[in-house]
């Protein structure tokens, strides 16, 4: 079973500033997805950038990007000039490819708070 | 391209009864994935369908259960509901099954309440 952490339960950033989440996973799969999804207080779930464990190269989705550490089972995202449309509750997810193929597995995620 | 539509946004329903919940897939999209999501527990879960065939199940009790249809609609419905079922039940939808990891579209969910 995958199981997915994230350590901090709140982060506040001022706005223009960079903020970086944590998340660390544990899977026995080889072959695997890991991704952030962002849900403001409408509830939609929003992909905000995804990698593949077989990439070496961290993913980038404009002022998004990761820091992908496979041996480590690390995957924090860090967000570049913070701005307050980025307040939301961010969540850390995880997908084996393998045969059980069971969904996402979520963190219970970070609120992050923008300070104008 | 219209997204995906839960409907309702809100229930309110009584410990014992059974309630039914909607999703509306995007147009094109023929896998249906359900989560459950509440403060103490995160987001679970549930089941995909794919094509009218149950894929996948999570780790809940047979109270529940869910169908989809031939236009890729689904609905999820929860027997004899337990005040623990009060959630955010959150529905997805991807071209293909979750194993060939097509990008997931969520809804904007159903908050369900037990009383």
Same mark, same amino acid.
């Given at each position: 079973a995958q199981t997915v952490t994230q350590s901090q339960p709140e982060m506040s950033v001022q706005e223009a500033e960079t903020v970086t989440l944590s998340c660390t996973y544990d899977t026995s799969e080889s072959d695997y997805y890991l991704f952030w999804y962002k849900q403001p207080p409408s509830r939609q779930m929003i992909l905000v950038i995804r990698q593949e464990a077989y990439k070496q190269q961290n993913a980038t989705e404009n002022r998004f990007s990761v820091n992908f550490q496979k041996a480590a089972k690390s995957f924090s995202l860090k967000i570049s000039d913070s701005q307050l449309g980025d307040a939301a509750m961010y969540f850390c997810a995880s997908f084996d490819s @393998? &045969? &059980?193929?069971? @969904?996402l597995t979520f963190g219970k995620g970070t609120h992050l708070i923008i300070q104008p | 391209k219209a997204g995906v539509t839960q409907t309702p946004r809100y229930l309110i329903k009584t410990r014992g009864q059974q309630v039914t919940l909607s999703c509306s897939p995007i147009s094109g999209h023929r896998s249906v994935s359900w989560y459950q999501q509440t403060p103490g527990q995160g987001l679970q879960f549930l089941f995909e369908y794919f094509s009218e065939t149950q894929r996948n199940k999570g780790n809940f009790p047979g109270r529940f259960s869910g169908r989809q249809f031939s236009n890729s609609r689904s609905e999820m419905n929860v027997s004899? %509901?337990? %005040?623990?079922?009060s959630a955010l039940y959150l529905c997805a939808s991807s071209l293909a099954p979750r194993r060939y990891n097509s990008p997931l579209h969520f809804g904007n969910g159903t908050r369900l309440t037990v009383t």
């Open positions: @393998g &045969g &059980g193929a069971d @969904g | 004899t %509901l337990e %005040l623990g079922d």
